[in-house]
């Protein structure tokens, strides 16, 4: 059972930890690999900045 329970943990919290790491990343200005398509974080990033200056 215990096994179990560390697998769900594990499934649940994966997704949430690659989100924070990648989002560091991007913040910290690490380059994204030649095989990237699209930078979503940058597309927020000038979003945030439009809604600092209204």
Known sequence: IKSLLCMI???LTAPV???AIARGAHRAGV???K???VDKYAEDK???AKS???
């Open 17 to 19: 930890a690659a989100h």
């Open 31 to 33: 380059k994204l690999c």
């Open 35 to 37: 095989g990237s398509v």
């Open 46 to 48: 000038e979003g945030e």
């Open 9 to 11: 943990f594990i499934v």
């Open 52 to 54: 600092r200056i209204k």
